[in-house]
């Protein structure tokens, strides 16, 4: 199946820095989705991007679908940034599912 | 329109009882993806259903473990025997097409707690 891989696994950053997070697929998919989990738990979706840029608010988002990869910019960040930064792919295949990655832990200190 | 609803959020049981643990998908949807997340891990793929049918079981444990998605209600994951080892929380994640489709959207979790 499918192997994610996240880096960097922890990132400590103080209010209003910027930081780039990134995410490597071991084979190509066409499905691909980035999800903040807060520190209540809930998963949030921040962007379904298979491929191409997108952008909301002070996150974008860019995927490399022919290099495998993908890379979420978190821009003037906050306290409540602050979680764990997942991000999961799959192919459209019969049975296909999202696989996740380990995820990244991020701190936003005030 | 509702999202992904999930019920208990919180669940304790004994060891040797069993949990059930339910989904309602978003309106329209048919595609119910299981995920569950032991602490400080990512989530780990279970089980993938239709309606009324089992598509992937492959993250499923072989025993004690089981998945339906009746033609009417919620998907149910169910456990028996409950272990210690079961304490996690289960995300339940809908789509109206699958993987292929797009977008997968989670329910809130249910965090089942074994004493």
């Known amino acids: 199946g499918i192997q994610v891989e996240q880096s960097p696994p922890d990132l400590i950053l103080q209010e209003g820095a910027n930081s780039t997070l990134r995410c490597n697929f071991s084979d190509s998919v066409n499905n691909l989705q980035w999800f903040h989990q807060n520190p209540w738990g809930q998963l949030i979706n921040l962007f379904y991007?298979?491929?191409g840029t997108k952008q909301n608010g002070r996150l974008s988002a860019t995927t490399v679908a022919t290099e495998r990869y993908s890379l979420l910019y978190i821009s003037s960040s906050q306290t409540t940034d602050s979680g764990v930064y997942f991000c999961a792919g799959g192919n459209t295949g019969a049975n296909s599912k999202l696989t996740f990655g380990k995820g990244i832990t991020l701190s936003v200190r005030p | 329109n509702a999202g992904v609803m999930q019920n208990p959020r919180h669940l304790v049981r004994r060891r040797g009882q069993e949990a059930r643990l339910r989904c309602s998908p978003m309106?329209?949807?048919?595609?119910v993806y299981w995920y569950r997340q032991l602490p400080e891990e990512g989530l780990k793929f279970m089980v993938y259903?239709?309606?009324?049918?089992?598509?992937?079981e492959s993250g499923m444990p072989k025993e004690r473990f089981s998945a339906e998605f009746p033609k009417e209600g919620p998907s149910i994951l169910r456990i028996q025997q409950v272990v210690r080892g079961d304490s996690a929380a289960y995300f339940c994640a809908s789509s109206p097409r699958g993987v292929r489709g797009g977008e997968l959207f989670f329910g809130e979790g249910s965090r089942l707690t074994v004493l």
């Open positions: 259903l239709q309606k009324e049918n089992i598509i992937d």
């Open positions: 309106k329209g949807h048919s595609h």
């Open positions: 991007i298979p491929s």
